[in-house]
């Protein structure tokens, strides 16, 4: 630029300033900002003011269109061209490009988000340029009628043209045109290329995060589409078993998770519970738990846990557990003409049975014989069962290990202690009695979130 005359960006339609939307400089602004951006005598404070002021504005914005947009504003008296084109070979054969944007454009046109109304180009002076992948200044030169691109250049005479680089080749480039030879000092194109380049990884930057956005917005949907699909498969309404009053809580630690429970109508007026763990989280343990779920309803009617404990691990490990993952359970029959709860365990977290009243409350016991390997480890597992008669009074608490392995801020556990105390108190209905676990695990965690699917199902003997 140095002591050139440069008259100021034209106003009339079809400009450079018309289409980034900036107000035209005028002659004596245009001049003003030669000076300052002449190394030889402008003051580099205000050059430094004008370069912070840009900065800071960008970093504020988060659309690679208004970025753009703001940066050309910014450009535009300081380079004063007469023309400008950007191209693109992104995505593109060799040879071929388009031309994203223009101040011959009679439209703003957002590449991103209307690529089919960009002009794609093969050959000519414009594909010489960006697929050389150098910076190029052409102080004098006359295009050619034939060239593709005649339509961008005709009656410019010299121009600069700035590669911006991703992934090591010219993906992008910025031409800047004057209509006459020696438009602009080519002592001036270094800074330029550095920080046309800054620029343009910006507005990848912002891109990639759109990107982004777009990607984990479509998860989501279909994350909570998961869950809900995972929340119809648990049973709609509680049994209504003998004397038994239940309350039940689900809660997964993401959209969805592994979690399940589930009641079978049994011969004879018996009650089937079960209660399974599926390992890991998120969408491949809640595919898990719906296969689990399809399992278990293709049995045929039993009142022998042990039996149907071994059907599903047989079928987990046959077909649906090849990656690893596996599935701790606990399934129980309860008989409400003799009480009796006949239980088989596959390495899941032990229920706590409250027996009765004592004074203030009663004795906590573990139902944990019977135990065995979780489902899906191994295809020969076997599987015992026990039994338990409940009497009125009695409670039983079947719980998944996001209740006992919930932590605090501080990284401690809630631990099976914290919850034989809740579950040792009397308590007026199943209700209150899952208010009271619940509580006591949120005023323990604070406002730590749950690390784990929580899965609580009381039963209490009225």
């Not at 969805?256 to 109508?265: P, V």
């Not at 579950?423 to 005023?443: C, E, I, N, T, Y």
Request: net charge negative; aromatic share 8%.
């Amino acid at each position: 630029m140095g002591n050139q005359e440069l008259s100021p960006p034209a106003a009339a339609p079809g400009t450079l300033a018309q289409l980034i939307g900036t107000t035209p400089v005028t002659e004596e602004q245009a001049r003003a900002m030669a000076a300052m951006f002449d190394p030889a005598h402008g003051r580099w404070e205000d050059r430094l003011r004008y370069i912070v002021d840009t900065m800071r504005e960008m970093s504020s914005i988060n659309n690679p269109q208004e970025m753009v947009r703001y940066y050309a504003g910014r450009m535009v008296p300081i380079i004063q061209a007469n023309a400008m084109v950007s191209l693109s070979r992104r995505g593109m054969p060799e040879g071929i490009f388009r031309i994203t944007r223009s101040s011959r454009f009679t439209e703003e046109i957002n590449p991103w988000d209307q690529p089919e109304k960009l002009p794609v180009m093969s050959g000519g002076v414009l594909a010489k340029l960006l697929y050389g992948d150098v910076p190029v200044v052409l102080s004098d030169f006359a295009p050619d009628p034939r060239d593709p691109a005649y339509e961008f250049i005709k009656g410019m005479r010299s121009l600069i043209a700035i590669p911006q680089y991703d992934g090591g080749i010219s993906q992008n480039m910025i031409v800047h045109m004057w209509d006459r030879p020696n438009g602009m000092d080519p002592q001036r194109l270094p800074e330029l290329v550095w920080l046309s380049n800054l620029f343009g990884r910006a507005t990848n930057n912002l891109v990639l995060t759109r990107k982004l956005a777009e990607a984990y917005e479509s998860l989501e949907r279909e994350l909570r589409t998961v869950g809900e699909i995972q929340r119809s498969l648990l049973p709609l309404d509680l049994p209504e078993v003998g004397s038994l009053d239940w309350a039940t809580h689900y809660q997964t630690s993401r959209t969805a998770g592994g979690d399940y429970y589930d009641f079978f109508d049994l011969p004879g007026g018996r009650l089937g519970i079960l209660i399974a763990d599926v390992s890991g989280h998120g969408t491949p343990a809640a595919v898990v738990m719906a296969v689990l779920h399809a399992l278990a309803h293709q049995l045929p009617d039993s009142a022998e846990p042990s039996k149907v404990l071994s059907h599903l691990n047989t079928e987990l490990c046959r077909r649906y557990t090849a990656n690893g993952m596996f599935a701790t359970a606990f399934y129980a029959v309860y008989d409400p003409a003799t009480g009796q709860l006949c239980f088989s365990s596959a390495g899941h977290n032990p229920p706590r049975l409250r027996v009765g009243f004592a004074g203030e409350g009663g004795p906590v016991l573990s139902l944990d014989s019977a135990q065995g390997l979780p489902l899906g480890v191994m295809v020969e597992a076997e599987y015992e069962q026990a039994a338990v008669t409940l009497e009125a009074g009695d409670a039983v608490v079947f719980y998944t290990d996001g209740i006992t392995e919930a932590f605090n801020a501080k990284r401690d556990m809630f631990g099976t202690d914290r919850l034989d105390e809740v579950v040792q108190r009397p308590h007026a209905s199943a209700a209150a009695f899952m208010g009271a676990v619940l509580k006591a695990v949120g005023d323990f965690c604070g406002a730590h979130p749950a690390d784990d699917d929580r899965t609580v199902l009381i039963a209490a003997v009225r």
